[in-house]
């Protein structure tokens, strides 16, 4: 696993977009287990995606490099890591309006190459079988972006989930339903207990996963994530089995992680102080 260090919010999401953008645009050498892909290669490029408030900025920043011709999402697919059971796509809430809102809607993407789960399907069992085989059926997800929640989660695999979980139903926990309420008027209430996510395992057959992680409240699951061993509780753990998994964070969520850490993994990086932008 790579952790990549960087002084705050904004130049974490910089660093995740840039490395989106030349992952699409086939410039990041992929490795011996990463076949050709992006514009440069023959086949379209797919992209699994998230929603909180974690990769705002990276939108931001990959509808600024589509704007500036650095980047077109002409060749992109894209599969979305979770959406609600019970609220309708055109609602405010829904997972399908805050990714057309917030990142879809500015860029150059094919509304048919993006692909988000059905939380008003009426068989979600099925609903989440078809997305599987949807996603297999595009030659697998090359780049796997994520946040993680407060408790380590990664997608809605909420602790305890098993680790090779594949897409499903999913009870959400009430400390996961009181970090959303801002979503939902402040009401805990009001967020629907249940969701449909992929799996873990699904995030883990990506070719390779990208997680971004800021503020102190993610302090204690980064430290879980990167000192801790794997381990269901913590989700997140999985990708210390992945073959590449990076986590950007910034410097308050390493606030529990321990100085050498911190150290080690700079000096890997060539991260020296002041930390880079
Ligand atoms: C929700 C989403 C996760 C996300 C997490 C953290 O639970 N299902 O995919 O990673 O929230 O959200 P935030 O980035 O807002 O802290």
């Not at 919010?9 to 990463?34: E, F, K, M, Q």
């Not at 994520?146 to 602790?159: L, Q, R």
């Not at 594949?166 to 009181?178: Q, S």
Request: glycine content about 10%; overall charge negative; hydrophobic content about 40%.
């Amino acid at each position: 696993m790579r952790l990549i260090i960087l002084r705050d919010y904004d130049s974490a999401s910089r660093w995740a977009a840039g490395y989106i953008a030349d992952r699409i645009n086939g410039l990041t050498p992929a490795g011996d287990s990463v076949p050709e892909a992006g514009s440069s290669g023959k086949k379209p490029f797919v992209l699994g995606l998230p929603t909180g408030s974690s990769p705002l900025g990276v939108y931001r920043e990959l509808i600024a490099l589509r704007q500036a011709g650095k980047v077109s999402f002409a060749r992109v697919i894209t599969f979305n890591m979770d959406e609600y059971v019970g609220i309708d796509e055109d609602q405010p809430q829904s997972y399908h309006r805050f990714m057309w809102d917030n990142f879809l809607s500015h860029i150059d993407i094919d509304r048919k190459s993006v692909h988000i789960l059905n939380g008003m399907a009426e068989d979600l069992v099925e609903e989440c079988r078809a997305y599987e085989e949807a996603v297999t059926a595009c030659g697998g997800i090359d780049l796997f972006f994520g946040g993680m929640g407060a408790d380590g989660h990664i997608a809605f695999n909420e602790p305890g989930s098993s680790l090779r979980s594949r897409t499903r139903v999913k009870t959400l926990t009430m400390d996961t339903r009181i970090a959303n309420a801002r979503f939902f008027g402040g009401i805990p209430d009001r967020v629907p207990s249940m969701a449909l996510t992929v799996g873990v395992g699904t995030v883990m057959d990506a070719r390779e996963v990208l997680i971004l992680v800021s503020g102190y409240s993610k302090a204690r699951a980064l430290r879980a994530a990167v000192e801790g061993g794997v381990n269901h509780m913590w989700t997140i753990s999985c990708l210390q089995m992945h073959p590449r998994a990076i986590i950007v964070c910034d410097q308050a969520a390493t606030d529990e992680l321990k100085v050498g850490t911190v150290r080690y993994f700079r000096d890997i990086e060539g991260l020296r102080e002041p930390m880079g932008s």
